[in-house]
């Protein structure tokens, strides 16, 4: 399987701030990384795709980046309903994995 | 619009199989991928299984001699059986909806708010 790991496991950080979170694949997976914004209670949601494209209706300051084994997203100017866990995802080769979480916290 | 609403028993017991079911509103469920994922403390985010059609099944290997997925397209719905469940296997499960796109692969675009299952004897 290809292990995903992120890393901050948590970051704090205050409304307005820049925030990177990385994720690294034990092996190249392309572009084909996902990233993905839980709130506590909620089911996860699709923030990027394919390593930078942004979904429908996720705000501007999202943006992503990376290719092969290292990748990246950051958060310019974090807002309050920023607050939350992050996952990325690889869907080059099945089983499908996810990065373990950053919880970007106050 | 679509939405997913995912229906489970809650508790079961160990040994016992787990039945889950997704209902689908919003769209048909032949015209996408459907995937089941399932979130525990211990460990995390995991993809159990995917769907496209009756002839497009994919498993994720640590699980797969345990589980099945399939589609009632009569009842727009899509499920999956665990079978010889642990409490390993008490985890919040959700469906997703699963994208797919020539160059930009899978992702889960469109989720259930999920069951929780507990797993006990």
């Known amino acids: 399987d290809i292990q995903m790991t992120q890393s901050p496991s948590s970051v704090s950080a205050s409304v307005g701030d820049r925030v990177t979170i990385t994720c690294r694949a034990s092996q190249t997976i392309n572009i084909y990384l996902n990233w993905y914004q839980q709130k506590s209670g909620k089911a996860p949601k699709l923030l990027i795709s394919?390593?930078?494209s942004l979904q429908s209706g996720v705000p501007s300051r999202f943006s992503a980046s990376g290719s092969g084994t290292d990748f990246s997203l950051t958060i310019d100017t974090l807002q309050v309903e920023d607050f939350a866990t992050y996952y990325c995802?690889?869907?080059?080769?099945?089983?499908?994995?996810f990065g373990q979480g950053t919880k970007v916290e106050v | 619009q679509m939405q997913l609403q995912e229906s489970g028993p809650g508790l079961v017991k160990t040994s016992e199989t787990l039945s889950l079911t997704c209902t689908v509103s919003g769209a048909s469920i032949s015209s996408y991928y459907w995937s089941w994922i399932r979130q525990s403390p211990g460990k995390g985010l995991e993809w159990l299984a995917y769907?496209?059609?009756?002839?497009?099944?994919n498993y994720n290997p640590s699980l797969k001699s345990r589980l099945t997925i399939s589609l009632d397209t009569s009842k727009n719905q899509v499920s999956l059986n665990l079978t010889s469940v642990s409490p390993a296997d008490t985890a919040m499960y959700y469906c997703?909806?699963?994208?797919?796109?020539?160059?930009?692969?899978?992702?889960?675009?469109?989720w259930g708010q999920g069951t929780m299952v507990t797993v006990s004897s």
């Open positions: 394919a390593t930078s």
């Open positions: 995802q690889q869907t080059s080769l099945a089983p499908w994995t």
């Open positions: 769907i496209y059609g009756r002839r497009s099944i």
């Open positions: 997703a909806r699963t994208y797919s796109g020539a160059s930009s692969g899978f992702a889960f675009d469109i």
